[in-house]
């Protein structure tokens, strides 16, 4: 058990629906990120929160948001679902903002749009 | 603009054979962070290295043992004596150290151990 938990593991939707997936970080970590791995693009940043502020965006969608908690757990939002965001979703978390703190993945959620 | 680059797509060997994994780099910080990460068919991200660019030193841990070259930017993975339970897809990621931080992934390489 890696520390950062995600749910749900597995989520099947249709198309034009809208999803939450979840993510709670290791005790203490401060930042979340997340990221996207597709068959086309591979394994993509979307997005980085640190401490409830969003610190830096990479290729994310607008139909797809994010936020993070007081708590510290983060919420990824995906709307107006598309085929093409079938895709396993991973979260992380590192202590302070990145990588020199140690960066420590959750497990997925695996997002099925039919 | 970082980038991470493995060549090899698929891999397939058989048991104890020796196995390497090319990864190749490019990114204009001088500060920067290297990774691999295993990825079995359970499909979670099992990290395995972390290397700064400051420590070009080898590593081996068991019958891992990474290769990091910043004059070819390069930081490969072999394995020694494979077994089937390495069958994964493998990652080679950089990290920038200012800013973000976040990872920018190689495309990955799936090895395939045969017995």
């Known amino acids: 058990d890696s520390g950062v938990t995600q749910t749900p593991k597995h989520l099947i939707t249709a198309t034009g629906q809208r999803v939450t997936l979840r993510c709670s970080p290791r005790?203490?970590?401060?930042?979340v990120y997340w990221y996207q791995q597709s068959l086309d693009q591979g394994l993509q940043f979307l997005i980085q929160?640190?401490?409830?502020?969003?610190?830096a965006k990479g290729n994310i969608l607008e139909r797809f948001s994010a936020q993070q908690f007081p708590d510290l757990h983060s919420e990824l939002n995906l709307s107006s679902l598309e085929l093409g965001d079938s895709a396993l979703y991973f979260c992380a978390s590192s202590a302070s903002t990145g990588v020199s703190y140690g960066y420590t993945f959750g497990s997925g959620t695996r997002l099925t749009v039919v | 603009a970082q980038k991470v680059t493995q060549a090899q797509t698929e891999i397939s060997v058989v048991e104890k054979e020796d196995v390497t994994l090319d990864c190749v780099y490019e990114?204009?910080?001088?500060?920067?962070?290297l990774f691999w990460y295993k990825q079995p068919p359970s499909g979670e991200l099992v990290f395995l290295i972390r290397r700064n660019s400051f420590d070009e030193q080898n590593e081996i841990s068991g019958r891992y043992s990474w290769n990091f070259q910043k004059s070819t930017s390069s930081f490969n993975f072999t394995i020694t004596a494979s077994q089937v339970v390495d069958s994964a897809v493998y990652f080679c990621a950089l990290s920038e150290f200012q800013g973000a931080q976040k990872l920018v992934f190689g495309q990955g390489t799936r090895l395939t151990i045969n017995p």
């Open positions: 929160y640190y401490n409830g502020e969003e610190r």
């Open positions: 990114t204009r910080d001088t500060t920067y962070y």
């Open positions: 005790s203490g970590d401060l930042s």
